[in-house]
T-cell receptor, first 111, second 117 residues
Framework: GQNIDQPTEMTATEGAIVQINCTYQTSGFNGLFWYQQHAGEAPTFLSY????GLEEKGRFSSFLSRSKGYSYLLLKELQMKDSASYLC????????????FGGGTRLMVKP | GAVVSQHPSWVICKSGTSVKIECRSL??????MFWYRQFPKQSLMLMAT?????????EQGVEKDKFLINHASLTLSTLTVTSAHPEDSSFYICSARVVAGAENIQYFGAGTRLSVL
């Protein structure tokens, strides 16, 4: 089975930087994904890590350490529109490469 | 990214009726599609994996006779909620996997909000 943990809620200020952590346990790790989901909408793909290290995409970066079972999503220069839930998902090759989602972190950006 | 089209986006129906939700991959072929359900303020729960040309694989606790899945082509999967009841009211989201070289990413449809009266 898989166990994916991420904080339930976070609050940050517009213009600041926020880091959302995700820890996981899985038998056949084959990639970690971050999705953004606004209320009432479907998730949109943000980033994907399969090797250790940092992947940067504009204001968003994602880091992975496979030995620690740990990832984080870093959001810079926060904007009000970044208020959303951020979902960490792990792909398991021993489960047909299916994604299992964490509970999501609800980020509230304040002025 | 790839485009997954899902409709309808919102359905209100009477208890006992059946509702069909369509999921299409618009610019790629998807041999595998996934159906998720999400309750308010909760994460996505996988209901079933839909495979083109074969039977769907259902997760534990999901009634296959209630949630009928058909994946008749490489670009279309449908989920039919049969004899819907108020407890079936939820947000249903489909997803398709893009496999192109080293890329293997799931993209999501816009979701269908089902309200059963």
């Amino acid at each position: 089975g898989q166990n994916i943990d991420q904080p339930t809620e976070m609050t940050a200020t517009e213009g600041a930087i926020v880091q959302i952590n995700c820890t996981y346990q899985t038998s056949g790790f084959n990639g970690l994904f971050w999705y953004q989901q606004h209320a009432g909408e479907a998730p949109t793909f943000l980033s994907y890590n399969v090797l250790d290290g940092l992947e940067e995409k504009g204001r968003f970066s994602s880091f992975l350490s496979r030995s620690k079972g740990y990832s984080y999503l870093l959001l810079k220069e926060l904007q009000m529109k970044d208020s959303a839930s951020y979902l960490c998902a792990v792909r398991d090759r021993n489960a047909g490469n299916m994604l299992t989602f964490g509970g999501g972190t609800r980020l509230m950006v304040k002025p | 990214g790839a485009v997954v089209s899902q409709h309808p986006s919102w359905v209100i129906c009477k208890s006992g009726t059946s509702v069909k939700i369509e999921c299409r991959s618009l610019d790629f072929q998807a041999t595998t599609m996934f159906w998720y359900r999400q309750f308010p303020k909760q994460s996505l729960m996988l209901m079933a994996t839909s495979n083109e040309g074969s039977k769907a694989t259902y997760e534990q606790g999901v009634e296959k006779d209630k949630f009928l899945i058909n994946h008749a082509s490489l670009t279309l999967s449908t989920l039919t909620v049969t004899s819907a009841h108020p407890e079936d009211s939820s947000f249903y989201i489909c997803s398709a996997r893009v496999v192109a070289g080293a890329e293997n990413i799931q993209y999501f449809g816009a979701g269908t909000r089902l309200s059963v009266l």
